[in-house]
């Protein structure tokens, strides 16, 4: 048993951030039981759930004895330290700027804008129909995914992954995005090196276990689903 299979995680079985952390405890060969909080019943926001993360977010890491510990790239940065190897960030300073950068564009700039609560809002307050907000989902998944392949087509540092030739953050990064678009069945075409450094990951054993399907509590794959 590894020291860190006393870790709960709360997440969800579709959270493109818990998918995040998912990955890294599994690149790095560390067990976390996780607890599902639904967030479609809106568990996210009962008293007890709050107490733990006050946001009302996915995911938290619990350690006995410890504050709990959110937001997705806090954890990986935590888990990085308590467990090097493998590295998940480069190990020149340039390098792991870069890995960073590309990450927060990703888990930053894109994520927050399709979470259930921005949705919840749109939909109450802003007039959204359910059509509404594909064409929203589509803008800034698309928006978000564009700017990477510019970055990942044009910039020295993407090797067979988005940096260099072994997974990083920014791959985590990345995956846990196309994980959640292909839930909503969402996809942005003529992303030719997002779609390679991908089927990669759909090849790696770390990034299959966190899929979003393969979770407890996950309905059935669509049919036109991937």
């Known amino acids: 048993m590894s020291e860190c299979s006393q870790f709960e995680l709360f997440g969800f079985w579709r959270?493109?951030?818990?998918?995040?952390?998912?990955?890294?405890l599994n690149l790095k060969k560390m067990d976390a039981q996780e607890m599902t909080i639904d967030l479609d019943a809106g568990q996210q926001q009962s008293p007890e759930f709050l107490k733990v993360n006050p946001l009302g977010a996915l995911p938290t890491l619990i350690e006995p004895g410890q504050q709990p510990l959110t937001q997705s790239l806090a954890i990986l940065e935590y888990l990085e330290e308590l467990q090097p190897t493998p590295p998940l960030l480069p190990s020149d300073p340039r390098g792991r700027a870069r890995v960073r950068s590309i990450s927060s564009m990703l888990t930053a700039d894109t994520h927050p804008l399709?979470?259930?609560r921005v949705k919840n809002y749109l939909m109450e307050r802003a007039g959204f129909d359910l059509a509404a907000w594909r064409d929203w989902q589509i803008q800034w998944f698309g928006a978000?995914?564009?700017?990477t392949e510019r970055r990942l087509a044009t910039e020295t540092g993407t090797g067979i992954w988005c940096h260099g030739d072994s997974p990083t953050f920014a791959d985590i990064a990345?995956?846990?995005?196309?994980?959640?678009?292909?839930?909503?069945q969402i996809s942005i075409p003529n992303t030719p090196t997002i779609d390679r450094i991908i089927a990669k990951c759909d090849t790696h054993e770390a990034f299959l276990k966190a899929a979003p399907y393969r979770q407890i509590g996950a309905p059935p794959v669509p049919v036109s689903g991937r």
């Not at 959270?15 to 890294?24: G, K, L």
């Not at 978000?144 to 700017?147: D, K």
């Not at 990345?174 to 909503?184: G, H, K, W």
């Open 15 to 24: 959270s493109s951030a818990t998918y995040r952390v998912r990955v890294a």
């Open 114 to 116: 399709v979470v259930p």
């Open 144 to 147: 978000g995914i564009r700017a």
């Open 174 to 184: 990345l995956a846990s995005i196309i994980a959640v678009m292909r839930v909503f």
